[in-house]
């Protein structure tokens, strides 16, 4: 017996709102937060200005080892009677660490939302921070780096990162740290990053049912204690784009494939251009049917894939291309790369290819917004990025209302082919005359 079906069509687009956004001053804190009527699931989430530009130079990772050792129990229970406490209500302590901020959150039944905060605010403000089960969570966390560290791409992403910002600034070194940064470091070095950042208040997001929720005392139970004043965020930094091009090569001897990353500095995240920017970066390498992925994959098969987009921070951005191809086609992947790059300087996009990325992206941001935790998060982008109440509310018709010039100015202004830095990954010995006979840039050596 043959079954036969008719597909469905696609329904129409159901009109997307984002939450009321609500807030308030209590306790020497901010709360901000999101009405979600009827929803039984609320988040909390603690923001702290705790973010790895906050870290010393040469002490890259403290934030990494901090966010493990609240898990180990609060000055008033240990770590066994505080995880039964947290487990009691159904939940965890879900900590996240960016440029730009330290995070910590709980989600719970409503009902469940204030003890939960308690107990969130128990571990940030009162963390037991024994010696040695903070030294025992540095040297888990530099052996896991160690371990990432021997695959391909991390030394990459170091190498651009120092080229692009400079290696004597903390962003100008990865983000998490590096094996020899982590495992440098010693106990006061994480009591006393604690001590001058997680007892200021911060901001408390909460996402929820705000019928059902008294925000006060939220705000109250997740600022006991602290104190402080705010402090400068600091507005962007200005890093100048490189006078001209170059390849810089990371020798991995033996190496089957070569790593590729390609970057130059790039814009901070509330800059006026974001939107335009965003779809630019989707066209040109953002998505599956992105033009990097169709030529460098599907026209030339030199990649499994390759990806290049914009990201940013409070203070700074880059745009980066990111893949892994054969050895043997090193030089004439680089190549296409960046004169791809350079096309879509030169001439923009087109309204096929826009349609595109704008229904994706414009799609994509309603589908990813309708959890507590989503909204939660977006929450956290108006706090940090200092944006408008009503940002996301407009996001979508943003995207959706972007022109054909408006997209391609934004490319010709913010694409700068002829200053990337590329970075390769790959065993010197095989590759290194292919990439001066390309005529890149200059090829120099990485020195560790």
């Known amino acids: 017996m043959t079954l036969i079906a008719t597909r469905p069509g696609p329904g129409l687009a159901r009109p997307y709102r984002f939450p009321q956004v609500v807030r308030r001053a209590v306790a020497g804190g901010q709360v901000v937060a999101a009405h979600l009527p009827g929803q039984n699931l609320a988040v909390a989430l603690l923001l702290l200005d705790a973010g790895a530009v906050r870290e010393p130079v040469g002490k890259e990772g403290l934030g990494g080892v901090l966010a493990k050792a609240l898990e180990e129990g609060t000055a008033q229970r240990d770590a066994t009677a505080y995880a039964l406490a947290i487990e009691a209500l159904g939940t965890e302590l879900v900590t996240g660490l960016d440029w730009d901020s330290f995070q910590v959150s709980v989600q719970v039944p409503v009902d469940r939302l204030s003890a939960a905060v308690e107990l969130l605010a128990e571990a940030v403000r009162t963390p037991r921070l024994d010696p040695a089960d903070v030294l025992r969570v540095r040297d888990d966390e530099a052996t896991a780096l160690r371990m990432d560290w021997a695959n391909p791409g991390p030394r990459a992403d170091a190498v651009l990162r120092a080229d692009l910002f400079g290696a004597d600034n903390r962003w100008g070194r990865p983000m998490y740290g590096d094996p020899q940064s982590v495992a440098g470091l010693d106990v006061d070095d994480v009591t006393v990053f604690h001590s001058e950042w997680f007892i200021r208040p911060g901001t408390l997001i909460v ?19 602290t104190g402080g004043g705010p402090v400068d965020k600091g507005g962007p930094i200005e890093v100048s784009l490189p006078a001209g091009r170059k390849v810089i090569l990371v020798d991995r001897p033996g190496s089957v494939q070569s790593t590729l990353r390609l970057g130059h500095p790039a814009p901070y995240r509330a800059h006026p251009d974001h939107v335009p920017i965003t779809l630019a970066g989707t066209v040109l390498g953002g998505a599956f049917t992105s033009r990097l992925n169709h030529l460098i994959r599907e026209v030339h098969g030199y990649t499994y894939g390759i990806r290049g987009d914009f990201a940013s921070s409070r203070r700074f951005g880059r745009f980066a291309v990111s893949s892994g191809v054969q050895t043997a086609v090193t030089a004439p992947a680089l190549v296409e790369a960046v004169g791809e790059v350079s096309r879509t300087r030169l001439t923009g996009v087109t309204e096929e290819e826009l349609a595109v990325a704008r229904s994706w992206r414009a799609g994509q941001l309603s589908v990813e917004l309708q959890s507590p935790r989503a ?32 997209v391609s100015a934004a490319a010709a202004t913010h694409l700068h082919p002829d200053s990337l830095t590329l970075v390769v990954e790959g065993d010197s010995a095989v590759i290194r005359d292919e990439l001066v006979a390309a005529g890149l840039g200059e090829v120099v050596d990485h020195t560790p």
């Open 207 to 225: 996402a929820g049912d705000l019928d059902r929720l008294d925000l006060d005392a939220l705000g109250a139970a997740a600022f006991a204690g």
């Open 375 to 406: 909204i939660a998060s977006a929450l956290t982008t108006l706090v940090v990025h200092d944006l408008p109440d009503d940002y996301h509310a407009r996001l979508r018709e943003s995207l959706l209302a972007a022109t054909v010039d408006e």
